[in-house]
C-alpha cells in the first residue's frame, strides 16, 4: 500500500518537474524527495520496532523522530557536507517542502487506516493538517533556516552544526509525539505547538524580506 500511495504521489509530480526551472523546480524535487523519505521511513521504522519489539522503548517517541527527521533533512545535509553549498533564506522553504512531502504520504497511510475502520476521515484529516502535517514540514524548515543563519560559519564547523540542527528537530518531534499522546493540557500544548512554530519561522521569513529590502533602499 505504501508504494502504492508513492508512486500516485510521486509521479505526477516527476512530470511536473520538465517543465519547471530554477527554484521552482527546486521546490518541487524537495516536495517529491519528502514522499520518498516518507516511504524509506515507513519500511525502516517497521523494522527497527521489529528489532526492539522485546525492549520498553516506544517507537512513537525513540525511532520515528530519529528516522524521519534525518532522511527529510537528507538532501541538506548532502548538498552541504559534499559540495558545500549555501542557499539564501529560501533553504527554509525547501526545507519545509520537503517535511509537507513526507506529511502528505503519511496522512494518505493513517486516513486509510482510519477508513478502514468505518470511521469518519474528512474531521480526522482536517485535524492532521495543521497538526501533524504543520509540525513535519516545521521540524525540516528548523534544519534548513538554521543553516542558512550559521552559513558565515566555517566548513569545519559543519558537522557539528548539522548534528545540532538535527538534534534540535528530533527532540521537538518526539515531545509532541509524545504529549499528543495526552489528555487535557499535553494534548491542547500538542496540537497548539506546530502552528506557533509554523507562525514564528513565517515572521523570520517575512523579516529577513523586509532587512533585505531596507538594505536595497539604502543602498
Known amino acids: 500500500m505504501i508504494l502504492a500511495f508513492f508512486f500516485a504521489i510521486a509521479i505526477p509530480l516527476c512530470f511536473l518537474l520538465i517543465f519547471l526551472e530554477g527554484e521552482q523546480r527546486l521546490i518541487v524535487s524537495f516536495l517529491v524527495w519528502g514522499v520518498c523519505a516518507g516511504a524509506l521511513a515507513s519500511y525502516l521504522n ?3 520496532v521489529d528489532l526492539f519489539a522485546t525492549t520498553t522503548m516506544v517507537p512513537s517517541v525513540t525511532i520515528a523522530p530519529v528516522v524521519e527527521e534525518f532522511l527529510k533533512a537528507l538532501p541538506l545535509f548532502l ?3 559534499l559540495t558545500g553549498r549555501r542557499y539564501d533564506r529560501s533553504l527554509l522553504v525547501l526545507a519545509m ?3 509537507f ?3 502528505i504520504l503519511e496522512n ?4 486509510t487506516a482510519l477508513s478502514l475502520t468505518g470511521a469518519g476521515p474528512v474531521l480526522y484529516a482536517l485535524i ?3 497538526t501533524s502535517s504543520v509540525m513535519h514540514g516545521c521540524m525540516t524548515a528548523i534544519i534548513g533556516y538554521g543553516i542558512f543563519l550559521t552559513s558565515n560559519l566555517s566548513k569545519r564547523s559543519l558537522p557539528v552544526l548539522l548534528f545540532g540542527l538535527y538534534t534540535v528537530s528530533l527532540t521537538l518531534h518526539a515531545l509532541y509525539n509524545l504529549m499528543i499522546g495526552y489528555t487535557g493540557i499535553g494534548r491542547v500544548f500538542a496540537i497548539s505547538a506546530p502552528l506557533t512554530l509554523f507562525i514564528l519561522l513565517l515572521v523570520a521569513y517575512n523579516w529577513g524580506v523586509l532587512i533585505g529590502e531596507g538594505s536595497g533602499r539604502e543602498g
Do not use: K
Open 46 to 48: 517497521s523494522s527497527l
Open 79 to 81: 548538498i552541504l557536507l
Open 97 to 99: 517542502a520537503s517535511g
Open 101 to 103: 512531502g513526507f506529511a
Open 108 to 111: 494518505y497511510v493513517y486516513i
Open 128 to 130: 492532521r493538517g495543521i
